[in-house]
């Protein structure tokens, strides 16, 4: 037992230093810990044995079991190494066991011999490896699925179908990694819920002031008196647990997906939240203002991590994957590439467009749409587009527009104003909105107010983008989500531009439109 020599007699806290030959046990060394210790009592027998008394082995015992405790706590702390150790181990239990299961299904469970039960776990496990490499690759970017060649025609001309109505312009919607629920916001500030299969559909609620204000909501600023409930963008999280919203109330909201409460607000911007995204497998939370600022949160912390700047006008249209990379449009018409452990950016020009939308291909590779109806291919080694679709959503014609100036007075002139709004209005639909990209895939649209959502297949550079087909949509297509798998796009359509009112088409019907993608 440590601390207690019965053999050999210990030196006393009192007793002088001797000079001593005598070789102590490797014990001896503990005799320090009793030194200031009050003086224990001790029974003396025959010859110099001293032995302790049981009050003493009960306090060395009781000293001995904290320092068992204090080992047990630090054995149970993991190293980050440690951690994805045991999460990986226990993803790949879940894996044999869904295969285990699939087999079981497929055939009835004949007694293998011990020989044939191994050889099955082996092509099991090897199955399971194939699809975890497959999986990283085309997260990282690395592999594209052939998608694009595979998408049918449609048929007939049925067209998107509308499966769920808001009262005003639908600004944004967003999709779960697991394709299973949508959201949606409209610039009434409706935030709606709904599943891709059933079509049920479920709001959020907005909290009273005094909870948004318990939740971090500041005072509105300038001659406002009351927060706006403007939903302008929309982010929901891989793991699908937060939803993001913002708007014009210059706050980033989190909300539980699980229970649409609203969790939190993070003030910080000075100007509307016009794009929100979430990092790939995390809870980290881009967000990008008017105020030429993108700012980056924690979700599961509920803090504040920092802001980039670099762009000189207004923040549109905001990116990310996996890496710490985010890829933001802005209205000085340049795209920004933005490395965030390296603190720095890299800055992309329009030739002769503003840039209204964008996207992320892979690591390397962006897809972005103009004011100006082009749709342009970018590379991470060019400053300029590697590819250019001009006309991409061409407005009216010219002698169409002419047709309709031209309407009025008897003697050919317009009343005051008139032929301006028509022409701006006429501009405003060839606005490529929104671009979107079927993840780890060749599979894109892009959307704009000229009455189509266009398909488009990425190659390579020297091919660049390939056209598809068109799928009629009536109204402005304010933002674009493709299902990982390729089987069905959605639209959020209104009857305005999703940041203001430059035009207007009275025969939209504001909600969110599905449209079904058949695969050879």
């Known amino acids: 037992m440590k601390g207690r020599n019965i053999n050999k007699k210990r030196p006393s806290a009192q007793e002088p230093k001797r000079n001593n030959k005598k070789k102590f046990s490797s014990n001896d060394h503990d005799s320090s810990f009793f030194d200031g210790a009050e003086q224990k ?31 047990k706590e630090e054995e149970i702390e993991e190293t980050p190494a440690e951690t994805k150790k045991r999460h990986a181990e226990a993803l790949l239990k879940r894996l044999r066991e869904k295969e285990r299961e699939k087999e079981e299904e497929d055939d009835e469970m004949e007694e293998d011999d011990e020989e044939r039960r191994r050889q099955r776990e082996g092509e099991r496990d090897s199955l399971i490896a194939k699809n975890l490499q497959q999986n990283q690759l085309e997260d990282s970017g690395r592999l594209r699925r052939a998608i694009a060649s595979r998408v049918q025609k449609p048929e007939t001309d049925e067209g998107f179908r509308v499966i769920v109505k808001h009262r005003q312009t639908v600004t944004c919607v967003a999709l ?13 500030g409706a935030i709606v819920h709904w599943d891709i299969e059933s079509g049920k559909k479920e709001k959020y609620n907005w909290p009273s002031d005094e909870v948004l204000k318990s939740h971090g ?39 539980d997906v699980r229970t649409r409460e609203h969790i939190r607000a993070f003030p910080g911007h000075k100007g509307p939240v016009s794009c929100l995204t979430f ?118 014609s010219e002698d169409k527009i002419e047709q309709i100036n031209h309407e009025g007075l008897s003697n050919g002139h317009k009343e005051n104003g008139a032929q301006d709004s ?40 020297s091919k660049g ?10 109204g402005f297509v304010n933002s674009l989500a493709i299902a990982k798998s390729g089987k069905f796009l959605i639209a959020g359509v209104g009857q305005e531009h999703r940041l203001g009112r430059w035009g207007r088409v009275a025969a939209a019907k504001n909600g969110v439109a599905l449209h079904p993608l058949s695969l050879s």
């Open 41 to 71: 009592r001790r029974r003396k027998f025959n010859g110099d044995e001293i032995i302790v008394s049981s009050d003493d082995d009960e306090r060395e015992f009781g000293s001995e079991g904290e320092r068992v405790e204090e080992e």
């Open 422 to 461: 028509s022409r701006l209005g006429s501009t405003a639909l060839s606005w490529v909105n929104s671009v979107a990209m079927c993840r780890g895939s060749d599979l894109a649209a892009s959307g704009a107010g000229n009455g189509s959502v266009r398909l488009w297949a990425i190659e390579n550079e």
């Open 279 to 396: 990092r790939q497998g995390t809870a980290e939370l881009f967000s990008g203002s008017f105020d030429r600022s993108v700012k980056i949160w924690n979700a599961d912390d509920r803090t504040y991590i920092s802001t980039l700047f670099g762009h000189q006008s207004e923040v549109l249209t905001i990116d990310s994957l996996r890496k710490e990379r985010v890829l933001t449009v802005g209205r000085d018409r340049t795209m920004h590439l933005w490395k965030v452990p390296e603190e720095s950016q890299l800055v992309f020009r329009a030739p002769a467009s503003s840039l209204e939308s964008c996207c992320f291909i892979s690591n390397d590779e962006f897809l972005s749409g103009s004011d100006d109806g082009s749709i342009e291919l970018w590379n991470l080694l060019r400053k300029k587009p590697v590819h250019i679709v001009k006309n991409a959503h061409a407005s009216f």
């Open 176 to 188: 779960s990694d697991d394709e299973s629920r949508g959201f949606s916001a409209s610039k009434d």
């Open 465 to 474: 983008v390939r056209p598809l087909f068109e799928l009629p949509v009536v």
């Open 217 to 255: 909501v500041k005072e509105p600023l300038g001659k406002a008196t009351k927060h706006s409930k403007h939903v302008l963008a929309l982010a929901v999280s891989s793991d699908g647990r937060y939803l993001a919203s913002g708007g014009l109330d210059r706050h980033v909201h989190l909300w």
